[in-house]
């Protein structure tokens, strides 16, 4: 594998750098180049992948440690010999601070100079062999982050699946609900892992529905004050089925399960929070959930039209929801009505 590693030689002396050449074309490596004056060799390394380089120190228009330097910019793991023409401890450690891996003293003594070789290309090729194996561990890892990450998504989709076969919401409501939510999460300057957190855990708002009897959940006339608790009892539900969860989707979804329904006067339920009191979650989850329960036909109510409920939306601020979060909706209207217009039943 050392004898595939790409090689520069840079010495200004030709005498000396027909000797290194002679040397490492004797000892069969075969990927090599070698310069006279280092802006050359520079400009070639800038070009070209490059794994070894083997420099004089003393040289016009650029010493062998600037050469060095700039090299090692562009290949950090670049291993190197530095050729000196006496024990100078100032440039040795000049040197060292640039990242040199090995030095020789002239004259260049072809044995040690042979085995000084060997060294630093067995070094690079394992430093190769290592990188290699980083990057296809990295890549593997992606690769069943992003299976296990499909895994979830699809348990959060089947949840809110679930939740449909009880409830006359239908999956273009749950999309609906799902994507306004992100999008003033993302007005609300919330990072982009909050947003997504939001856009899979708002699906589970009304997962607390499976709990409730079909007889009220389906009725088409108005709930009695009896039927209409029992309808509350949803939410709580919700809370319960997702408690204690591990998963940030799930934990996200239980906070937006429990508190969707309270109003920012305190007049909501299942606890009567009040103002920022209410998770942030459950506030941005409230102003998309209604919005498109009003403009969604349910079996008790038709539809109502985009303006008429934008218009309640407006009237309810301070009251039922965050002012500051139906601010940010009526500011993001035109991606609120592509994502109305995108989701629509079939």
Known sequence: ???????????????????????????????????????EALKYIQNNEVDVLITDFNMPQMDGIELLEQSKAIYNDLVSIMITANHDNVVMHKALQAGVTEFLVKPVTPLVFKLRLKNILELKAS???TH??????????????????????????????AAEYKDPE?????????????????????SAKEQEVIYYAAPLHDIGKIGINDAILLKPGKLTQEEFAQMQEHSAIGAKILKKKENPYLQ??????????????????????????????GRIVAVADVFDALTS?????????????????????????????????????EEIKKIYERFQED
């Open 127 to 129: 430093l190769n062999l």
């Open 1 to 39: 594998m050392s004898n595939k590693l790409n090689i520069v030689i840079v010495d200004d002396e030709l005498v000396n750098l027909l000797l290194l050449e002679s040397i490492v074309q004797d000892e069969g490596y075969k990927n090599f180049v070698t310069f006279n004056n280092a802006p």
């Open 252 to 281: 996200a979804g239980e906070i937006i399960a429990l508190t969707h329904h309270e109003k920012y006067n305190g007049k909501g339920y299942p606890k009567g929070l009040q103002g920022k009191n209410i998770p942030l979650y």
């Open 297 to 333: 036909k349910r079996p008790y109510k038709e539809a109502w039209s985009f303006e008429k409920a934008l218009n309640l939306l407006i009237e309810e601020k301070e009251k039922h929801f965050d002012p500051q979060v139906v601010e940010y909706f009526v500011e993001n209207l």
């Open 132 to 161: 290699n194996f980083n990057q296809l561990l990295s890549k593997k890892v992606k690769e069943t982050t992003a299976l296990l990450q499909k895994s979830e998504y699809e348990s959060l989709e089947v949840l809110s699946k």
């Open 170 to 190: 239908t999956a273009s409501h749950i999309a609906r609900v799902s994507h306004y939510s992100k999008l003033l999460a993302k007005a609300y300057g919330l």
